[in-house]
């Protein structure tokens, strides 16, 4: 039997509230039981690879765009004193690159998603796990690429790298503007041009972007996998296994406020994007997670739920008899997993008549007499 290729312990079969038997799925296009052939794959997922290659275009196209604002910037006062000190750092080579970010925001979930399936032994929770992974890191990378566009903001060694000459000001309201005159445009920037337009896009970090749609899914995967916030007491080093890929995000958005290549939070600063590039970086990078993982999976902190990979052609009926792969977890523990008899000894109804719907050893759910919409299990 194939590593990808183990079926549901569950039974093809079941039966209605009137005794009537009823496949599992006859509404349904394709069973997460067993190992889908290429095309059959192809058939439910060319959408998304469409949608991904359209949104990586944008994202690409988007990132080579030179900065659309036309900001102003302070240089010195009239006495040679530094306006923004926290703008001419200087350039220095960056820790993290943002192509290894990027690449470790997704290998690394991508690595752990596959040694889970020593026990999962799942096609269809590999397909889910990195599927919901490329939704959150490009949606996470395309929509903070248009807000370093459309915003941007200085990176702290902005006027190292710009090398203004004030006498390149041209006449216009931009330049020799403001109180004192002392407001100036890129226009009088020396320096090279590619470094000058990256300087210009602080805000939001796409490091710490990166990092925390990649780190943050796989915290949600490996809760889900190892039931650490579950219905049992769980072992000291699952709790430091799932909280490992945090640290790891927040050292990679720390060590960019280490080279100076954005600005940590600081209230002192005159405008609140200066402070923001890696707090609000992680906030996107977080939201995307959350938001993929729950398009993919069950449910996010249901823990009798957020193991099981959603089927894209019939909805998830939260009970044992209609919730495909629920035993998809690393866990082998308190009635969890392949090992576990609980199907057997709760769901001897699987509509509800006597314990159905149990997701873990002893966890009751109400019935539902009538349909099989999951929002109306309780």
């Known amino acids: 039997m194939g590593f990808f290729n183990r079926r549901n312990r569950e039974d093809a079969d079941h039966h209605d509230i009137n005794g009537t038997t009823k496949s599992r799925h006859v509404d349904s296009t394709y069973s997460m039981a067993t190992r889908p052939s290429f095309g059959q794959w192809l058939k439910v997922t060319w959408l998304d690879i469409v949608t991904f290659i359209i949104m990586g275009v944008i994202g690409l196209g988007i990132y080579e765009a030179p900065p659309a604002p036309n900001r102003s910037f302070a240089i010195t006062f ?55 992974l490329l939704y959150s890191l490009i949606g996470a990378a395309v929509f903070q690429v248009f807000i370093k566009w459309l915003i941007g903001g200085l ?36 320096g090279d041009r590619k470094e000058i337009n990256d300087s210009l896009e602080s805000f939001p970090s796409g490091h710490s972007t990166a990092a925390f749609a990649g780190f943050v899914y796989l915290y949600l995967y490996l809760n889900a996998k190892l039931k650490v916030f579950a219905n049992y007491h769980a072992p000291m080093w699952k709790l430091i296994a799932i909280y490992v890929p945090i640290l790891g995000a927040v050292l990679i958005a720390g060590a960019l406020t280490i080279d100076e290549y954005h600005h940590y939070l600081n209230p002192r600063w005159p405008t609140v994007f200066q402070g923001y590039d890696v707090s609000i970086g992680a906030v996107i990078g977080t939201v995307m997670a959350f938001s993929s993982y729950r398009m993919c999976y069950a449910a996010i902190w249901d823990w009798r739920w957020n193991h099981v990979p959603l089927n894209r052609s019939q909805a998830c009926r939260y009970d044992l008899g209609g919730a495909e792969l629920m035993d998809a977890m690393w866990t082998r523990k308190a009635g ?14 699987s509509y509800g008549t006597h314990n159905s719907g149990v997701a873990g050893p002893s966890i009751p759910r109400k019935a539902v007499p009538n349909g099989y919409r999951g929002d109306d299990m309780v």
């Open 78 to 132: 009239s006495d040679g004193e530094i306006v923004y000190p926290q703008f001419a750092y200087p350039l220095r080579k960056e820790i993290i690159p943002i192509w290894l970010a990027a690449f470790l925001a997704a290998v690394i979930p991508i690595l752990a998603i596959l040694i889970m399936q020593i026990r999962v032994r799942s096609f269809w929770d590999v397909n889910n796990g990195i599927i919901g």
């Open 155 to 190: 990176r702290p060694h902005f006027l190292d790298v710009c090398k203004p000459d004030i006498s390149l000001a041209r006449d216009s309201a931009y330049n020799a503007a403001g109180f004192n005159q002392i407001y100036f445009t890129p226009e009088i920037c020396t």
């Open 336 to 349: 969890w997993g392949a090992g576990s008899s609980y199907h057997d000894k709760y769901a001897t109804n």
